[in-house]
Nanobody, 125 residues
Framework: QVQLVESGGGLVQPGGSLRLSCAASGFTLDDYPVAWFRQAPGKEREGVGCVSASDGTTAYVDSVKGRFTISRDNAKNTVHLQMNSLNPEDTAVYYC??????????????????WGQGTQVTVSS
C-alpha cells in the first residue's frame, strides 16, 4: 500500500526552525520527485519546493528561498523539509506529494499522484 506520512510539525516562535519529514511506504521514494505544499487557513494550497528524482536537484518558491531546504534520506525512505527563519506567514498545514509519471519535480498540485495527510506548522510568539 502506497502511503506518505508527514511529521515534525508544531509550534515555533518567529525566527525559529523546524524540520518536517515525509516518510514513504509501499514504494521507493528516491525513484520519484517529491514536492512540498502548504495551505494556510482561508487560502489555496501553494507549492513550497520540490526535489527531482533524476539528479536530486531542488527548486523553491521565492517566498522560502534561502530559508527552506529539501533533502533526501534514502536509507529511511524519507524526504525532509528543513525550515529556518520561520515567520508567522509560514503558518500552514504542510503536505508532501509524489508525482509518479515525472522525473523532474514540480509544485503543480494537479500532477501529484499521492499526498500525505499533512502536518500543522504554527509560527507564533
Amino acid at each position: 500500500q502506497v502511503q506518505l506520512v508527514e511529521s515534525g510539525g508544531g509550534l515555533v516562535q518567529p525566527g525559529g526552525s523546524l524540520r518536517l519529514s515525509c516518510a514513504a511506504s509501499g514504494f521507493t521514494l528516491d525513484d520519484y520527485p517529491v514536492a512540498w505544499f502548504r495551505q494556510a487557513p482561508g487560502k489555496e494550497r501553494e507549492g513550497v519546493g520540490c526535489v527531482s528524482a533524476s539528479d536530486g536537484t531542488t527548486a523553491y518558491v521565492d517566498s522560502v528561498k534561502g530559508r527552506f531546504t529539501i533533502s533526501r534520506d534514502n536509507a529511511k525512505n524519507t524526504v525532509h523539509l528543513q525550515m529556518n527563519s520561520l515567520n508567522p506567514e509560514d503558518t500552514a498545514v504542510y503536505y508532501c506529494a509524489v508525482a509518479l509519471a515525472r522525473r523532474l519535480c514540480t509544485v503543480v498540485p494537479d500532477v501529484q499522484d499521492y499526498w500525505g495527510q499533512g502536518t500543522q506548522v504554527t509560527v507564533s510568539s
